[in-house]
């Protein structure tokens, strides 16, 4: 490769100096006309002239006609012929740089007559026809491509020179295709490549040369070369339990796919007898002899004989039918069921997947020796039949293609080359399997076909039941065995290894979109399985896995559910209405299962902030991940038993859960999967989730009224050190960095916004007046780049701990809320003793340590002890009217059913979260003001002692309806209770209190009032603490009808433990109490 | 000729950003770049010298090949690296880089080393893409860049055996799967058993020594 270019100061000398001219081309020209013997001696000269000539051409394409003239008038293509055909001097050597020579020119050149005049005088056919060293890779490289690059000038016009309809002589496609089985992928890539570009010429003659004379030979090579393939990958399959060689079986995948999607790259061209050439093959000697047969029950073994022989003699051929039936190769159910469903989820060609379709649909035994015939006939007019059999073929595709092109009379080829690998099935056939007399196979083939052509559908049908019964007996009783087959492979009894896979196919043929939509399911409905139909069956096996699959500690993949929901989904629809249409039993099994999938959820339900995360993460997943069971297929693990490991890197929802946090985000997932597709069934919306509302949300660059807000000024310090001075405003959900908007006053433009759930606070032990504060993304996983990370720093000690507190309190206050809307979701029972009861859980837990010890008085109603005193010794007479109230709601909600109850949280889910850029100056509640108001607190305090109340009560407007806010059902009971109650429903502090008084002072005046009011204690020991002794069912169902005033009385014990405030609380605590 | 690895190269890259004309340049040497002349190829192979091994590459260019699907996907697959060439003159071509590289990725083995190159460099004056936007994009995707010229031939080799050195130390690492094929790696004929073995297994050995000791 490394030649020196001193050999042109060799004996010929007198180079021109210009390296690009018609001058040198001349003198290279001598060169080639001195040195027509390849020697060891002349070589390397002759490399570089050929080399310099392509530069030449090139050059002269570009810029000088006349060196093309000069190059065709001297035929110097020939000397390249000349050069080649020599087996002397290391000619590998030579035909290297020739290669690419010529690989050079017919890339390069632009000049379309050029071309012309290139490729006219057959110079290059003969080229491709020589039979150069290809185990030479660099050798093999330049050829190949050397064909492809000519495979891209073919057009209409340009076919000529390559096919010659007269000697029927193709050299371009026969040669390029002898290489479709090429150990190096690169080449057959090419192969495919060239034979595509072929395919596509729309020329009619050049076609029927390609169908009559090479379809047959080259289609029958390939589906056996693809059927060895799939021999190793089930050998693969079988071996490989453990995941060890998972590589390899992904390459094995991964190379079968690429064939698949070859071929529906062949038939997506809709070449009409090649399309029926190929369906041909690909139905009857691979489809239904490997794939289809292998879904039959492996038979018993007749006898000992049998048992023992070994897997190789599986190949040889018996006369006997039955024997040798039974001794076909077979790959496991499983590669079967994967490997049909590949087929369905890639091809899309009508005749081909609707025949192969019937076969799993309709088809018996008989299949075998008839083939699909009935369905191919109706697409085909002049058939020509392949009759079915898995085999080698018993030319070699190299052999075939010299046959066909030497003796341009021979027979039709589809039948011609191949029949004679199998017995042929028809009756009337002789089961001479060695026969390869060409034309004798062609007759027999061409009289079956003829007879399959004439009957009716009757006979035909009559036909199958004789042969169905005399030749498989043992069968016999099964109509549909292939059918029965996968439906049986729905039993998740043991796990759902098989059921996946039946699974994809049953998806795969519903969603094909070569097949009419609603034939599968007709042919299902109206095909009877016993005393019901398939569909019927179907729909049972589904509603199987879906029950198995909300049991706790089952072996069901959520991918296998997520399916067996989504072809629920497809087979109940019914065409006319919206609704599917189940019958109530069937819909009582799938809202069983969902009620069940909610009860192991509940087993789940944690304090632990990772349980809100994991399942807000499983909701977003949910949305996220569509279906995509084309995806899924290209996975081989899934061919592997499921397992349960991450090490083998499968993605979390293609196996079986590992450890409790992943058993937790799959019963997460399997209540959302169920839920979603119940919800489906009630043509329902969701309303519940996500947990979060989105509109109601501020979002960057939103403009907010912060008049009566509480701000907090800080400088917000990036980690490159950038400052950016800003106010810190904290919603019921939000952390908002606000900076003052220049035109309104008292309003500013939020320049971050984060969820106050995922905000990290952390004091500095150096400076007491700075936090940092870092907002996560979200979710368990915390290795993403947080949202901000920054430090604050507040204008004093003060405010910096104010900030810090309600910071923390806003973390578990927004926590507690969602958990509590979870608790909702999955209708946690009022077990009152239950340790898992939902946000007396979250609260005692979060916040509770804190405020514990400060707290004095108040702190009994965190002691179960305390509570139930309390309970007692303020208001027992109103609390049993309250059991009263509650009774009677519950009786209006089991009225209502089971959609209003599962409307009621709704509303009130939206209510307390509500703060809307528009109307913040009302219903936002940022308990606390900035430190700005520090300094006047003693004074404000005692203030607010004696107005409290009345500033409250007293204020015209704080009645005032806020109905869009405030649910009804709560705004109603609230209606019905005191006055007081009423104030606490409303909650937050009012605009009109609040614009006298300090906020934190009106907090003060809240918790007095609740603690006054009469159902106070009864909400607060529903709303807080799980702990209390379980007096009776009617508390439980205060706190489910009341959700709203729950979480915001939650909130309110959340308020009164802030900051600076707390030593004063002691003493209000124990009067309020009193 | 006997080397101890062969690499496959894919080179991918819109038409006319001179993915063809790098090849040739970097292939065979003596097709000196001329100015008034663009001369390019779709398959080439050249040895180079890493860590005194000698390695074969072998390049196959994806010209013509897009137009099917069966073709595309399985192009990828076969390769052990990539170059994905664009036309720092021409600013489209910088823009369908995501695109070509989101098919490499969704079709490759994920080890493939893809390394990103602005061809043309020397036509400076109409550049429309600037290098540190190549830099960026390379950065943000974890690909290795380099501006080259195939006229010039500035960078052309260091573009190809750069990768063929990432290549080479993934396999150090054990990777690879060297003895499987459809990685686009192949054991040279004159590497016989012992000697494939040898830098897999002893690459992967002497660390887990260093780690103990």
């Known amino acids: ?1074 | 000729m006997s080397y101890a690895y062969l690499f496959k190269y894919i080179i991918i890259g819109d038409t006319g950003v001179g993915k063809s004309c790098l090849l040739l340049q970097f292939t065979d040497k003596r097709f000196q770049p001329v100015h008034d002349l663009t001369i390019g190829v779709e398959f080439g192979a050249r040895m180079i010298t890493i860590d005194g091994k000698q390695i074969k590459l072998q390049i196959w260019d994806t010209a013509g090949q897009e137009a099917f699907r069966s073709i595309t996907r399985s192009y990828y697959r076969g390769a052990a690296g990539a170059l994905l060439v664009y036309d720092i003159t021409r600013r489209e071509t910088f823009n369908h880089l995501t695109t070509w590289l989101e098919d490499a990725r969704q079709h490759s083995n994920s080890n493939m080393v893809i390394m990103l190159i602005g061809n043309k460099s020397d036509l400076d004056s109409r550049r429309e893409v600037k290098k540190e936007e190549g830099e960026a994009f390379a950065r943000e995707h974890g690909l290795v860049f380099m501006e080259t010229s195939a006229r010039t031939a500035a960078n052309v080799e260091e573009a190809f055996i750069n990768t063929a050195k990432e290549i080479y130390e993934k396999i150090q690492e054990g990777v690879f799967d060297i003895n499987n094929e459809a990685n686009g790696i192949k054991i040279g004929q004159q590497a016989t058993p012992t000697n494939p073995a040898l830098p897999g297994s002893g690459g992967a050995g002497g660390a887990a020594n260093s780690g103990c000791c």
């Not at chain 1, 079986?656 to 169920?674: H, N």
């Open chain 1, 1 to 1074: 490769m490394f030649r020196s270019r001193s050999w042109f100061g060799g004996p010929w000398g007198g180079r021109p100096k210009n390296r690009l001219s018609l001058e040198h081309l001349k003198y290279l020209y001598s060169i080639l006309e001195k040195n027509t013997t390849v020697s060891e001696s002349n070589r390397g000269l002759l490399v570089e002239s050929l080399r310099c000539i392509a530069e030449i051409l090139i050059w002269g394409d570009q810029h000088d006609s006349l060196v093309f003239d000069f190059f065709l008038e001297k035929n110097m293509l020939s000397y390249f012929l000349h050069i080649m055909r020599q087996k002397s001097g290391g000619s590998s050597f030579v035909c290297v740089q020739l290669l690419q020579t010529l690989n050079i020119l017919f890339e390069n050149i632009r000049n379309e007559t050029s071309l012309y005049y290139l490729l006219s005088n057959n110079h290059v056919n003969s080229i491709m026809v020589h039979k150069f060293d290809f185990s030479d890779e660099d050798v093999m490289g330049y050829y190949i491509l050397f064909l492809k690059t000519l495979s891209l000038k073919l057009n209409t016009h340009t076919i000529h020179f390559f096919y010659n309809e007269h000697t029927n002589d193709f050299p371009l496609y026969t040669e390029a295709i002898k290489f479709f089985n090429h150990p190096e992928s690169m080449v057959r890539i090419a192969v495919r490549t060239i034979s595509l570009n072929v395919y596509k010429v729309q020329n009619d003659s050049m076609l029927r040369f390609i169908r009559d004379k090479t379809a047959a030979p080259y289609f029958s090579n390939l589906v056996w070369f693809i059927g060895k393939h799939i021999l190793e990958l089930d050998t693969c399959v079988r071996t490989d339990i453990d995941h060890q060689s998972n590589q390899k079986l992904s390459n094995l995948v991964a190379e079968h796919l690429d064939h698949l999607h070859y071929l529906s790259d062949i038939l997506l061209l809709d070449i009409k007898d090649l399309n029926a050439v190929l369906t041909e093959h690909l139905l009857h000697k691979l489809f239904v002899p490997l794939y289809i047969f292998s879904l039959t029950p492996a038979p018993p073994p007749p006898s000992l004989a049998v048992v023992t022989q070994n897997l190789a003699a599986v190949l040889n051929r018996n006369v006997d039918i039955d024997i040798q039936e039974m001794h076909n190769p077979r790959v496991s159910s499983i590669v079967a069921l994967y490997l049909l469903s590949l087929v369905f989820l890639v091809v899309t060609h009508a005749p081909l997947v609707h025949a192969l379709a019937w076969v799993i649909l309709n088809g018996d035994h008989s299949v075998f020796k008839e083939g699909a015939a009935e369905i191919l006939n109706s697409y085909v007019e002049h058939r020509e039949v392949v009759v079915p059999g898995f085999g080698e073929p018993h030319e070699s595709l190299e052999q075939a293609l010299d046959t066909v092109i030497g003796h341009t009379q021979s027979t039709s080829a589809s039948s011609g080359t191949d029949a004679v690998s199998e017995d042929s099935g028809v009756e009337s056939t002789p089961a001479t399997s060695a026969s390869p007399i060409n034309r004798h196979i062609e007759t027999v083939a061409e009289a079956a076909a003829t007879r399959l052509r004439n009957i009716t559908d009757e006979e035909k049908q009559r036909l199958q039941q004789t042969t169905s019964t005399t030749a498989q007996q043992g069968y016999a009783e099964l109509a549909k065995p292939f059918l029965d087959t996968v439906l049986q492979a729905l039993d998740c009894t043991e796990n759902d290894y098989l059921a996946l896979l039946s699974l994809c196919l049953i998806y795969a043929m519903s969603h094909n979109r070569g097949m009419k939509n609603e034939w599968f399911e007709q042919v299902l409905s109206k095909s009877m399985h016993g005393s019901f139909s398939y569909r019927t069956a179907l729909i049972e096996h589904l509603l199987n896995i879906i029950t198995m699959s909300s049991q706790p500690a089952c072996r069901i993949r959520l991918i296998t559910v997520e399916i067996a929901l989504e072809l629920l989904l497809t087979f109940t629809k019914s065409a006319a209405d919206e609704a599917p249409c189940i019958t109530s039993t069937q819909q009582g099994l799938l809202f069983g299962a969902r009620n069940q999938s909610m009860v192991v959820l509940r087993n789940f339900y944690k304090s632990e902030d990772i349980f809100l995360d994991l399942f807000e993460d499983e909701y977003n997943e949910m949305r996220k991940a569509q279906l995509n069971v084309e995806f899924l297929c290209m996975d081989s693990t899934i061919l592997l038993p499921p397992t349960g490991t991450p090490l083998t890197g499968i993605g979390f929802t293609r196996r079986l859960p590992c450890g409790e946090v992943e058993k937790a985000r799959r019963a997460i997932r399997v209540y959302f999967l169920l839920r979603r597709t119940c919800q489906k069934f009630l043509n329902e919306k969701e309303s519940l989730l996500p947990l979060t509302n989105v509109v109601n949300l501020v979002q960057v660059d939103n403009v907010l009224d912060l008049n009566n807000s509480d701000l907090i000024a800080c400088t917000v310090v990036s980690k490159d050190n950038a400052k950016q001075r800003r106010f810190l405003v904290i919603d019921a959900l939000q952390l908002i960095l606000v900076e003052p908007d220049a035109k309104l006053l008292g309003w500013g433009v939020a320049k971050f916004v984060g969820f106050l759930q995922d905000v990290e606070v952390q004091g500095d032990k150096d400076d007491s007046r700075c936090l940092h504060i870092t907002v996560h993304r979200g979710g368990v996983t915390h290795n993403r780049t947080p949202l901000l990370s920054a430090k604050f720093l507040f204008d004093d000690h003060i405010r910096c701990m104010a900030a810090k507190q309600r910071l923390t309190k806003g973390r578990s206050k927004a926590r507690q809320k969602k958990m509590y809307q979870i608790a909702q979701l999955i209708e946690i029972p009022g077990q009152m003793d239950s340790p898992l009861y939902p946000v007396g859980g979250t609260s005692s837990h979060s916040g509770g340590n804190t405020r514990l010890v400060q707290r004095g008085g108040l702190t009994a109603n965190r002691v179960p002890g305390f509570a139930a005193v309390l309970r007692s010794n303020n208001s027992a007479g109103v609390s049993r009217t309250q059991m009263a109230q509650n009774r009677s709601l519950e009786g209006l909600r089991n009225e209502g059913g089971g959609r209003s109850r599962r409307r009621s949280p709704i509303t009130g889910a939206s209510s307390p979260s509500s703060l809307r850029p528009d109307n913040l100056d009302r219903d936002r509640s940022p308990s606390m003001s900035g430190g700005s108001h520090s300094s006047s607190q003693s004074r404000e305090n005692s203030q607010a002692r004696s107005s409290g109340n009345r500033s409250r009560e007293g204020s015209p407007r704080m009645p005032r309806p806020r109905s869009e806010e405030i649910p009804l059902e709560d705004f109603q009971h609230s209606r019905n209770n005191s006055p007081h109650s009423r104030s606490s429903v409303l909650g937050n502090p009012s605009p009109s209190s609040r614009s006298h008084t300090p906020s934190r002072m009106l907090h003060y005046d809240q918790i007095s009032v609740h603690s006054a009011s009469p159902r106070e204690p009864s909400l607060l020991i529903g709303g807080t603490n799980a702990l209390l002794s379980p007096l009776n069912g009617g508390v439980a169902i205060a706190r489910e009808v009341l959700p709203v005033q729950s979480s915001e009385e939650t909130s309110f014990i959340g308020n009164d433990g802030d900051g600076a405030t707390e030593n004063r609380r002691k003493g209000r605590g124990t009067i309020e109490t009193v």
